[in-house]
């Protein structure tokens, strides 16, 4: 029997025949774009990419409603063909729903309860002094006499971690491998290196493969097939992030000196479970490569992200640093115990997050069963987008939700927390945000306890405020601005150069 549509299909926009929506779906800066016909279109709307289904959802209730409360049908993920190409397959951000999904996502969730993440404060505190410490001498190396750190061109045309960049990869490479980073000559840092040039070459998800997936299988020398080339050189490199630091762990096992981390924990209770077959190891370090490439760079972009927004608002950054000396007494630089003493600087996370999220169009869901919502047809296998930047800005959930306002997150006005917007949502909500959440706060307390973010001079003197270019793939950062990090006093930078 011909198949008939139980419902009309969400609003959109107008189709053209055979490629469906294509043109009207914004390809440059997406979230924007979709945000914006989010207003003429409502806040679940439907394109058809040349046959395939996606919707997009723009509000919190929606988010809510669909992601969450009918998690057991959202929770799948559409092909990431290119990921395939290259042999970033198995892992878990990529996974179809289903038992291999269950298995991956147990091995993060039993590590990175918000319990579990109190083992792993030692290693981000550490990790946190020594990029003060990275910072403090970079600035007296450029330019010792105001001891200024020069924020510009350093973390993309560099090619090289950075301070910020390494902190969260030392952190990560630590956590996952039981590895202490000290130098940027650690093949571990190479390894990871290496990779983020994949990953950035692989740039947007929906990547017209993905639309196309029967390209793939075009010959090398067709035209505008680049990815075959790039599939047959970074293949290795992903192969390489796979095998290198597992091994090291396994040979450091069987010679009584690994440290304890991820790897090590959880190949030992397979052990005490009987011992690991293959597969398990297998799945172990999959889950292990994957730590960080879903939990460096995403780091990373959220530190840098708000240093950015606390150069553009200085009156919150000075609030927070006041709130900061209250409790420190200028003393002493912050440790975990301190958080909830610091209403003020977690109001300020809370609203980066929330107008800036790290990942701007949030990662796909797919649906795994037809379904009806508001009486309109979602069908089995659409790709479901939550745009966060829209999601931020929904006015049903923040009060003028344009203005940078910490405040809204703190009594009277508690407006609801942007945990979805920064996460995601449901059975496919990040596993490491507790880890995330605390590497950033524990970078960003300590940063502004000890410098000050200031703008940079040009050179008749005046202050330089940079219009932040933000680049935009799955993940959100800004592109490289001039500013100045430098310690507040001369007690701070003593106590920063006494770590
Ligand atoms: C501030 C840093 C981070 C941000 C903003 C972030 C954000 C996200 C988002 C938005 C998703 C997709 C959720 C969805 O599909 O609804 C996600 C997934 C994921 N994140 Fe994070 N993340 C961060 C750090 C981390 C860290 C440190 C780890 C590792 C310990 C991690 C591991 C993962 C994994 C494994 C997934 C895939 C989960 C799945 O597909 O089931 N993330 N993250």
Request: aromatic residues 10%; charged residues 20%.
């Amino acid at each position: 029997a011909r198949f008939r549509q139980p419902a009309p299909f969400p609003p959109g926009p107008p189709a053209d025949p055979l490629i469906g929506n294509v043109r009207a779906f914004p390809t440059r800066d997406p979230h924007l774009g979709l945000a914006k016909l989010a207003q003429q279109y409502g806040d679940v709307i439907y394109f058809n990419i040349f046959g395939k289904h996606v919707v997009v959802l723009s509000s919190q209730a929606a988010a809510s409603d669909l992601l969450e409360k009918r998690s057991a049908i959202y929770s799948s993920r559409p092909r990431f063909t290119i990921h395939e190409m290259i042999g970033w397959t198995d892992q878990l951000s990529f996974l179809p729903y289903g038992s291999q999904f269950h298995k991956q996502r147990k091995l993060f969730q039993q590590t990175f309860s918000r319990q579990g993440c109190l083992a792993f404060q030692p290693s981000q505190l550490s990790q946190t002094h020594a990029l003060l410490k990275k910072i403090l001498q970079d600035s007296a190396r450029y330019q010792d006499h105001v001891r200024e750190y020069v924020l510009h061109e350093s973390w993309a045309k560099a090619k090289r971690l950075t301070g910020f960049t390494r902190f969260s990869t030392a952190v990560i490479m630590e956590i996952t491998y039981g590895h202490k980073i000290k130098s940027d000559n650690d093949p571990y840092v190479k390894c990871a290196e290496d990779t983020n040039k994949v990953l950035m070459g692989v740039g947007h998800s929906a990547s017209i493969l993905d639309l196309l997936p029967a390209l793939r299988y075009t010959p090398s020398w067709f035209p505008g097939n680049w990815f075959t080339k790039f599939a047959r050189e970074s293949a290795p490199v992903i192969q390489h992030l796979r095998d290198f630091p597992f091994k090291q762990v396994r040979q450091q096992m069987a010679s009584g000196t690994a440290a304890p981390c991820f790897t090590t924990m959880h190949i030992e209770e397979l052990d005490r479970n009987g011992g690991a077959s293959p597969e398990d190891l297998h799945a172990v370090k999959i889950a292990a490569a994957q730590m960080w490439a879903a939990g460096a760079e995403t780091t990373w972009s959220t530190i840098l992200n708000l240093v950015a927004i606390m150069l553009l608002h200085p009156d919150a950054q000075r609030k927070a640093q006041a709130e900061l000396d209250v409790v420190l007494g200028g003393r002493r630089l912050p440790d975990f115990a301190d958080r909830d003493s610091l209403p003020y600087l977690e109001a300020v996370l809370l609203e980066a997050m929330r107008l800036h999220p790290t990942a701007p169009m949030g990662v796909p869901h797919s649906t795994t069963a037809d379904d009806i919502y508001r009486g309109m047809f979602i069908p089995k296998g659409t790709t479901i987008l939550a745009n966060s930047t829209a999601l931020g800005m929904d006015a049903g959930v923040y009060r003028d939700p344009a203005e940078f306002r910490p405040e809204r997150f703190l009594p009277p006005q508690s407006e609801p927390l942007p945990t979805g917007i920064a996460f995601g949502w449901g059975r496919r909500m990040c596993p490491g945000r507790h880890l995330a959440d605390a590497s950033v706060w524990i970078v960003v307390a300590s940063l502004l306890a000890a410098f000050e973010i200031v703008p940079a001079k040009d050179e008749d003197g005046q202050n330089i405020i940079p219009e932040i270019q933000w680049v935009n793939a799955i993940t959100s950062h800004p592109a490289p601005f001039p500013c100045v990090i430098r310690p507040r006093s001369d007690a701070a930078a003593q106590l920063v150069a006494q770590l």
